[in-house]
């Protein structure tokens, strides 16, 4: 089973870590919550909403279903026809699961329509999802056993590419890095600005329902940007265990810092970006907590170089720093004197913590 889910599913995401980050800023950067419900509304409500919900999702099952036939011939899964040596029930209920791990998207989305009926009192009306699942999960079942009883191996050749970049790929390690983490950290990448869009947009929603200053986004947001941990401690992976050769450059250690901060700069632009479109705040404001979340990540990064990369040695470290931060907010501390401070502090420790 976790051959299955290893080999298929999480390749399947891996994969395709950028259209799934391009649909997360979709979906929380350009739709407000109101949309979102006006949407779930429609598909719960109108004469054919349940006929083009079942199309979307049929479109995205078809998707994962030529994944899946692509993927299987190829040499390096010859391993996956061995699957034949199990029993009917067993390869059925072990393809059932996963077929469960390709769609979970439609599953996070059906307990969103779920939320809606119940708060709606549509229950009533969204009782056809469930055997749209069991038809999907189904279809994709009987592709799997399809594929496993007619295995077509083959070695590929070059072949021509439709679409031919007019450019070459930048010399520019800021690119590499990001390259690096989107190819092959997808999953990661897809976790972690997941959770850091669903904090931050619950952060503005409930800060819009009373009257509050900006330590309560502070806090929130500080939150959401420190979910990018993760993503940070694969970018010292990437520069203490793949890149190797680059640290033997003859690269200032200011450059290096700058590096560093621009590539957190990248990383939390989306949770901003949801922000920012929010409408809640203003400009000002969003910099303010914009320039806290560069702050963070650039001081917990380093301290990554301090441990060598040790994360549960950092765990408790990160707490309590969290803690003295939420701390320092609620006193009405300034966030850019924080924020100021922490800058100052990273660029002074940096040339003693990161060894060449």
């Known amino acids: 089973m976790k051959m299955l889910l290893v080999s298929t599913v999480s390749?399947?995401?891996?994969?395709?870590?950028?259209?799934?980050?391009?649909?997360?800023?979709?979906?929380?950067?350009?739709?407000?919550?109101?949309?979102?419900?006006a949407f779930a509304a429609f598909f719960l409500t109108g004469s054919y909403g349940m006929i083009a919900l079942f199309a979307i999702w049929l479109v995205y099952t078809f998707l994962c279903a030529q994944f899946l036939i692509n993927t299987w011939r190829l040499p390096e899964y010859t391993f996956i026809f061995h699957a034949r040596t199990w029993s009917s029930f067993t390869r059925t209920r072990r393809f059932a699961v996963m077929a469960l791990g390709f769609l979970q998207p439609i599953l996070y989305?059906?307990?969103?329509?779920?939320?809606?009926?119940?708060?709606?009192?549509?229950?009533?009306?969204?009782?056809?999802?469930?055997?749209?699942?069991?038809v999907l999960v189904m279809l994709l079942t009987a592709i799997a056993e399809w594929r496993i009883r007619n295995p077509v191996l083959y070695v590929p050749v070059k072949t021509k590419s439709i679409i031919n970049w007019p450019f070459r790929r930048p010399v520019s390690w800021l690119f590499w890095s990001m390259e690096w983490l989107v190819r092959e950290r997808g999953i990661t990448l897809l976790v972690g600005k997941l959770g850091a869009m669903l904090v931050a947009a619950g952060t503005m929603l409930y800060y819009s329902t009373g009257e509050y200053d900006i330590r309560m986004p502070a806090v929130g947001m500080s939150l959401a940007y420190l979910l990018n941990l993760g993503l940070s401690y694969e970018l010292y992976q990437w520069e203490g265990e793949v890149w190797l050769w680059g640290r033997s450059l003859p690269v200032p250690a200011r450059v290096r810092w700058g590096r560093a901060v621009v590539a957190h700069i990248i990383l939390i632009l989306p949770e901003t970006l949801v922000v920012l479109r929010s409408g809640a705040l203003g400009f000002a404001e969003v910099v303010q907590l914009f320039v806290l979340g560069i702050t963070i990540l650039i001081v917990s990064h380093l301290y990554y170089y301090k441990r060598s990369g040790l994360p549960e040695n950092a765990m408790h470290v990160l707490l309590f720093g969290f803690i003295g931060l939420t701390l320092l907010i609620l006193y009405k501390i300034p966030i850019l004197l924080?924020?100021?401070?922490?800058?100052?502090?990273?660029m002074y420790v940096f040339p003693k913590w990161c060894k060449i």
């Open 11 to 37: 390749a399947f995401f891996r994969q395709r870590a950028g259209t799934f980050l391009v649909l997360l800023g979709v979906l929380f950067g350009f739709l407000s919550a109101n949309e979102h419900h």
């Open 338 to 346: 924080i924020a100021s401070f922490g800058i100052l502090f990273s």
């Open 109 to 134: 989305y059906g307990i969103y329509l779920l939320m809606i009926s119940i708060q709606d009192k549509l229950l009533t009306r969204l009782w056809p999802v469930i055997p749209f699942y069991i």
